[in-house]
């Protein structure tokens, strides 16, 4: 069964550093998102992307956070000056566009940030 | 922003039994709702879903309930059986067409089916 696969499965990075989590979505999905979760608490909506563009994003995703579609199969987000606060399972996440809402998950990225 | 709630952080049945996982909305614009069952060091997993037209769907030994005046929903597990042991998280959503594309999740339930 196709499934949305994200690497790496934990990345530990210093305060200040730049970090690219990718995704690889389900290959005919055309919605793509990042969500966070951080230890204890709900998961979070970070960002939303559909035909090459950010269709929506919450106010967690400010100016530090970036997403690329860079080719046909990877979907990256891009954290460029890291925080002790952004440490948290990042998830990945895709859609057909024919389905009706139901978002497929990928098994996460634990970002340690120190 | 405490939009779904699930206000049971824990439940723990029995093998065979029902397994009954409740969850609240404050926000009166959800109109589609998703449950979602989540492993440790996995990802949240789709399970069932119900749009705010229906009271009711059911996927084999799953079913969710949707009281649209209540603004609750929950989720009923029949029979329970020791693989379901698991964090069930309920997620809601505004706009099924064109709508917003946030999920926004409940804090989740830790489901323990013992044998």
């Known amino acids: 069964e196709p499934e949305v696969t994200q690497t790496p499965s934990h990345q530990v990075t210093q305060m200040g550093q730049e970090v690219i989590l990718r995704c690889v979505p389900i290959s005919n999905h055309l919605y793509f998102y990042w969500y966070r979760q951080i230890l204890g608490q709900k998961v979070e909506f970070l960002v939303s992307?559909?035909?090459?563009?950010?269709?929506?994003k919450s106010e967690i995703f400010d100016d530090q956070f970036s997403v690329e579609r860079p080719d046909g199969s990877n979907f990256t987000l891009k954290i460029r000056s890291t925080k002790l606060e952004d440490s948290a399972m990042y998830f990945c996440a895709s859609r057909v566009m024919s389905s009706y809402n139901e978002q497929f998950f990928g098994p996460g990225t634990r970002l340690t940030v120190l | 922003d405490q939009q779904v709630k699930q206000n049971s952080p824990s439940l723990s049945v029995q093998e065979g039994r029902i397994s009954i996982l409740n969850c609240d909305y404050t926000?009166?614009?959800?109109?589609?709702f998703l449950w979602y069952k989540k492993y440790p060091a996995e990802g949240p997993t789709f399970l069932i879903s119900i749009s705010s037209i229906k009271d009711k769907n059911e996927d084999g030994r799953f079913t969710v309930f949707l009281n649209k005046s209540a603004k609750h929903l929950s989720l009923h597990i029949v029979p329970s059986q020791p693989g379901d042991s698991a964090v069930y998280f309920c997620?809601?959503?505004?706009?099924?067409?064109?709508?917003?594309?946030?999920?926004?999740f409940g804090k989740g339930t830790k489901l323990t089916v013992n044998p």
């Open positions: 997620a809601a959503k505004k706009g099924t067409q064109g709508g917003s594309e946030k999920l926004v």
């Open positions: 926000n009166s614009m959800f109109d589609y």
């Open positions: 992307f559909y035909n090459n563009e950010i269709s929506e």
